[in-house]
C-alpha cells in the first residue's frame, strides 16, 4: 500500500466569505479521502500550511489582511510549503500573472465554478503531486 493511500490528504482553502467556504466543503465531502481545512485569512493560512502541511492549498486572491500573491510568497518561503500546489479560485476574473506563475500556480477557476471542473483539476493535480 503506498503512503497516499495508506492517509487522507488535505486540502487548505483559503477563503474570507463564508458563503464560499461552506460551498467548499460541502463540494470535498465528494472526496472522502481529503481532508478539509480552512483559514479566513492569509496570517491564519501560514500557521495552518506550517502545522498542517497540506497536499494543495485552494487560495483567493483577495483576503482580507493580504492579497493572494503575498500569501503565495510566505508559502514559497517556507520549507514545508515551498512546493505545495496552489489552485487559485477567485471572483478576481484575471489568468494568473507572471508573478503568480512563477510561485507555483498550477491552475485557476473563477467563481462561481463549475463543481466538476473544481474536482477535476483537484483529482489532476493530487494525483500528479503526490506519490
Known amino acids: 500500500m503506498t503512503e497516499r493511500a495508506s492517509r487522507?490528504?488535505?486540502?487548505l482553502y483559503v477563503e474570507d466569505e463564508h458563503s464560499n467556504m461552506d460551498l467548499m466543503r460541502e463540494v470535498l465531502k465528494l472526496r472522502p479521502a481529503i481532508r478539509f481545512l480552512e483559514a479566513e485569512s492569509g496570517s491564519a493560512a501560514m500557521i495552518i500550511a506550517e502545522s498542517e502541511r497540506p497536499d494543495l492549498i485552494l487560495l483567493d486572491r483577495n483576503l482580507p489582511d493580504m492579497n493572494g500573491e503575498e500569501v503565495m510568497r510566505m508559502l514559497r518561503g517556507?520549507?514545508?510549503?515551498?512546493?505545495?500546489?496552489i489552485l487559485i479560485i477567485s471572483g478576481d476574473t484575471a489568468r494568473p500573472n507572471v508573478a503568480e506563475t512563477r510561485l507555483g500556480v498550477v491552475g485557476y477557476l473563477a467563481k462561481p465554478y463549475d463543481?466538476?471542473?473544481?474536482?477535476?483539476?483537484i483529482d489532476a493535480i493530487l494525483s500528479a503531486s503526490t506519490p
Open 8 to 11: 487522507l490528504l488535505k486540502i
Open 78 to 85: 517556507r520549507v514545508g510549503t515551498k512546493d505545495t500546489p
Open 115 to 121: 463543481v466538476s471542473e473544481l474536482l477535476s483539476q
